[in-house]
């Protein structure tokens, strides 16, 4: 099992910045790609980031392309969500997950692990 535990949710006016991390325990964090998801109301959840198990690899979705970034820290068990440039859109609960495999992937079910989720509300 790996517990994952979201934080560093919040409200920001549209043109800022967030930082969410995900702290996860169990087991070996390096062993697992991580990604970020998102689900807003009444909407299905969607692929963010993820983050290859080195950190040297990572995916984007086109939405949050050159505003969000990934990074992990593995001696801390922990994974980042840099988001820069929020918008409106953006406002959603916000998931870290983790997938005990080589590559990341986009598809969440595929992901073997989830936290409980942050909410992040954009102002307009």
């Known amino acids: 099992q790996v517990q994952l535990v979201e934080s560093g949710g919040g409200l920001v006016q549209a043109g800022g910045s967030l930082s969410l991390s995900c702290t996860a325990s169990g087991r070996t964090f390096s062993n697992y790609c991580m990604g970020w998801f998102r689900q807003a109301p009444g909407k299905e959840r969607q692929f963010v980031a993820a983050?290859?198990?080195?950190?040297?690899?990572?995916n984007f979705a086109d939405p949050v392309k050159g505003r969000f970034t990934i990074s992990r820290d593995n001696a801390k068990n922990t994974v980042y969500l840099q988001m820069n440039n929020l918008k409106p859109e953006d406002t959603a609960v916000y998931y870290c997950a983790a997938d005990y495999s080589t590559w990341t992937t986009t598809q969440s079910r595929e992901y073997d692990y989830w936290g409980q989720g942050t909410q992040v509300t954009v102002s307009s």
């Open positions: 983050i290859s198990r080195s950190g040297r690899s990572t």
